[in-house]
């Protein structure tokens, strides 16, 4: 914030104070444009001058932000570190994963178009780039004949394999096509990439809070999880990792460095390499779900944690969806040195993808519409994440925390010790509302105080009111 | 056989001849419809008595057949006991599955189009219904949503699942759709069947030769496998299954009882009860792979083993891989009381099915365009594996033995004795021709004088070329 010294006209003052009102009453909302200056000074009956001075002065004071060409939009509350959520406590031991009996009950409650979807982290309809997708469906069915129904056998398709290799210059990464593997999506990459370098009994670090799918998966593969904190900003405690690795025989370890489910936050490029390095000195193979690293708020997309290994230490994997639509099922996995035992593995498995789902995907990232689909998407779910963040701070009872997600589309919030997010979850169920509770994210079935918030719909009347009923049921545990 | 009694038409006899040659010289095949009597007797400028005398005294003497309203047809070679395969000695004690190297080499060579399709069990294109598929993939995309490119969660598209309970009543399997859960393949179901009734270091009884999927299946959840012989005719030998229970801590079996892969043959309803009864004897879970169910050459389905079992002891598992197209990758699974443990190992493992894949398989099993369909691919595979076993019997060295398939399009071959199928493969690859070798088929990496070929072409000139080359090659070793 710039120090103010000027003296301030009060017409300005008047008129900052009147659109800080529509802000505070949430006809504007964090993320969202605002009137333009002309259209200010039309409506409001004041000059130009007047309206840029108003829009400066509200600048100076942290509550707009102008942007090059675009106007000025309401800028999301400074983040002060007490309202991000707490480290978890590391656990001293490998574990074996608890799971909650709840959670079918929550997936299934996710896809029910009359229940509040604040559970599943998936787009809304409206973000999905249907009609482009629809059209590249109608061609790739006219132009390939009868091979479009043959299987696609694994490593997958080479004009498909061509464009992720292509994609992945973005994220630092650079492979032929040949090192590339085509899943069914992200699970399936990291099932083939835990498979291919463990076996039941060993043990595997994971994040702590971390997707509950990975920590399904690890139990089901008959792993021990070694949990290591979660930082709200930064991601994964880099000093914990090394601790983790120095004290306990660790196989492999499961990371989202970029916009981590749940906690949003990314591993700063310096730390990255740390854990490479930490990763070759313990001979600690690193598996990473980098299936949210399109999807970033900020100017640009993060490097891949692999983009640091020179010495076959990391497994990428990813997805396309979550950037283009779930339903397609088309991810990829670089299994580097594993690349037969990966292949193999995926004959014996799931064996081969959707083969038009390949296809239409290799279309759609060939034919470049696939960047503006994405600047677009970025800019929605940064909004609706800003949004629901302010609304659940604004709403819920003292003590809350929320993190403040870099990309991705969720939130984690943490609710003060003795909190029962399990409690809350099936109550707010019973209202219409989903949401996923703490203890799913936990191997150790801790973190009861928190819950995870998707942003993957816009915060409209319905969902506003939910954030409401939420906040009561909250505070009615407090 | 007719016996026959009275004196024969000198005339019948030389026409007989004439047809009875150009059958043996391969211009019309096991399975082939002959010319008309109208066309034979403008053609060869005889009577159309003597035509149908001719046809008769073929008919009497095994080598032609009628039928009803559609004229003559060549009737398969009878079959000899001594030609087909030999029973594969049990293996007394429960193994850890050996896998042999070069599976990946015979599964790479599988989709290039200038090797001869002998080794991938996979339907032609010209099999496929392509205009049909494609015609619905149009509609589907014009009519539905944004919601085909969202997840479709276990338990998949409940429009899909009320089709598949819907077809399985032909099976004689009765269900609900809300029983049925939408897996990608049937190795998907089958993988999420053994994970929901074993844990590492379990046995299960697996049938010896079967599908090296299913074994690498085995071996990749760390299982042990007790081989029970399949016989060519009859299926699994019931006996030696009851060994097995009796002797061994089996804890599932996982069976293929219609149109066996490789072997082709049918286990009878009296031994399917049998089986059942032995299940339940046992409290054995029994794992029904019937992938190939739809594709009997006979007038009707058999029976699913999962028809004959009112206690909850049989899984079923299916796809429309086979029978509509590999690459839709749509299976399903009726898991009985394991129903929440499957569903949950879905969301674990592979999570959701490519949605746009289960709304055509929906709307084409709706439609009905399906049992034309499923007619027409039935005649074509019954004559396609006649052809391609009577040109092995013709051509192969003395002593070569080749399943009589009554589904499915695959031939199991035995040959005598100390012949290496794995260099025979390996050689014919040199020709660029593709068999799968008997070892892949032995959890004890046995069978290694036996090999499968693939039925899924049809008998043309390259192929035809190709079967005289790999009986060079077989001759050569023995």
């Known amino acids: 914030m710039k120090q103010v010294t000027h003296s301030i006209d009060p017409k300005y003052q008047q008129i900052a104070g009147k659109v800080e009102e529509l802000i505070s009453v949430g006809t504007f909302r964090a993320g969202d444009r605002l009137p333009s200056v002309r ?38 509350k400074v983040i002060t570190p007490d309202r991000l959520p707490r480290k978890n406590p590391a656990k001293g031991a490998p574990v074996d994963i608890s799971s909650a009996g709840i959670t079918e009950l929550i997936m299934d409650s996710t896809s029910s178009p009359d229940v509040v979807p604040f559970g599943a982290a998936v787009p809304c309809d409206d973000i999905l780039p249907t009609s482009k997708l629809m059209s590249i469906y109608h061609s790739v069915v006219r132009s390939e004949g009868a091979s479009m129904f043959q299987y696609s056998m694994p490593p997958g398709l080479k004009e498909l394999r061509i464009e992720i290799a292509k994609r992945l210059l973005e994220a630092g990464i650079g492979v032929s096509p040949e090192e590339v593997i085509v899943s069914s999506g992200a ?16 043990v595997v670090a994971v994040e702590s809070p971390t997707y509950f799918g990975i920590l399904n998966l690890v139990k089901e593969l008959g792993l021990k999880a070694i949990e290591v904190p979660v930082l709200a900003e930064g991601g994964v405690c880099v000093e914990a ?17 970029n916009f981590h489910n749940p906690m949003g936050s990314v591993i700063p490029n310096d730390q990255k390499r740390r ?3 930490l990763a070759e000195k313990y001979q600690v193979t690193i598996i990473e779900d980098d299936l949210y690293g399109d999807l970033y708020f900020g100017p640009k997309r993060p490097p891949a944690l692999k983009a640091f290994d020179t010495d076959d230490l990391v497994i990428h994997c990813g ?20 690349y037969h035992r990966v292949k193999n593995l995926k004959y014996a498995t799931s064996l081969a993808n959707a083969s038009v789902s390949e296809m239409v995907v290799a279309a759609f990232l060939k034919t470049g519409g696939v960047d503006r689909h994405l600047r677009r998407t970025r800019q929605v779910l940064a909004r609706q994440n800003l949004q629901i963040r302010e609304a659940i701070l604004r709403e819920f009872p003292e003590g809350t925390r929320v993190s403040s997600p870099e990309g991705g589309f969720v939130l984690w919030c943490e609710m003060p010790d003795g909190f029962d997010s399990e409690k809350f979850s099936i109550d707010a169920l019973k209202r219409k509302i989903s949401i996923v509770p703490g203890t799913l994210f936990s191997a150790s079935r801790g973190l009861r105080n928190s819950f ?15 954030i409401g009923i939420l906040a009561r049921l909250a505070a009615s545990q407090l």
Chains 1, 2 share one sequence.
């Open 39 to 76: 259209a200010l000074s039309r409506d409001w009956r004041v000059s130009v001058t007047t309206a840029v001075g108003a829009y400066s002065l509200l600048e100076d004071r942290g509550v707009v932000e102008a942007r090059n060409r675009s106007g000025y939009f309401v800028r999301p």
């Open 187 to 202: 699970m399936d990459a990291v099932l083939l990439a835990v498979k291919s370098t463990c076996e039941a009994g060993d």
């Open 241 to 257: 990792l090394a601790e983790a690795f120095e004290n306990h025989p660790v196989k492999a370890c499961i990371l989202q460095p």
């Open 275 to 277: 854990i490479v390095q």
């Open 319 to 338: 997805s396309y969806s979550k950037a283009l639509a779930p339903g397609l099922r088309v991810g990829w996995i670089l299994p580097g040195s594993r």
């Open 452 to 466: 995870r918030i998707s942003c993957g719909s816009p915060l409209d009347d319905r969902s506003q009111r939910a």
